[in-house]
């Protein structure tokens, strides 16, 4: 009985683990945009702007969100340029922001017996669980090259887990743009 409780709460774990760590995307354009003529592409400005915030705010971080966008439109066959201006630009905006969300109702149930099966107790919990996370909004912009007008705007969202390893920073990273550039260029 003890092992098959373990299992079940094991299981558990593992599926809201993978639930919380999901990543969301949205795309906006102007329906009648022709995106077929769209080849080359370069980076509005050479640095992203400072927000204040010191997870965001880093040149580790910067480069990685500019290479794993860079890797994902080179894969989908776009080519980045520097000597002329190209098809289009682009620009990112990241924030990291607190969020809330609460369980409306829980209830919890527990038993317990004494020392030689003597006693025992049951004990039973109701009441609205409150919990706190950080969402990270990653938002990149294609813009038309001779004004500032948005010709397609990808959006994610996704729980920001912060990890001590590097490569598992990347792997979040990649993992949402690559989510994210899938919709693009848009189906018309």
């Not at 009441?127 to 090259?145: A, S």
């Amino acid at each position: 009985m003890k092992k098959r409780l373990s299992v079940l709460i094991c299981s558990l774990f593992v599926v809201l683990s993978f639930g919380c760590s999901s990543i969301e995307v949205s795309q906006d354009y102007e329906p009648d945009s022709d995106f077929g003529n769209l080849k080359t592409y370069a980076w509005k400005d050479k640095n992203q702007k400072k927000t204040g915030d010191m997870r965001i705010d880093s040149q580790l971080m910067d480069a990685r969100i500019r290479r794993a966008t860079e890797k994902g439109l080179s894969e989908r066959g776009f080519m980045k340029i520097s000597n002329k201006i190209p098809d289009f630009y682009l620009r990112y905006t990241y924030s990291i922001d607190k969020r809330i969300y609460s369980n409306p109702v829980s209830t919890g149930m527990g038993f317990g017996y004494g020392r030689h099966g003597r006693g025992g107790t049951i004990g039973i919990r109701t009441g609205t669980e409150i919990n706190e996370y950080d969402e990270g909004l990653l938002i990149i912009d294609f813009l038309k090259p001779d004004s500032n007008i948005v010709l397609w705007r990808g959006k994610s969202t996704r729980v920001v887990e912060f990890h001590t390893m590097p490569e598992k920073i990347i792997q979040d990273i990649d993992q949402t743009i690559e989510k994210m550039l899938a919709q693009f260029p848009p189906d018309q």
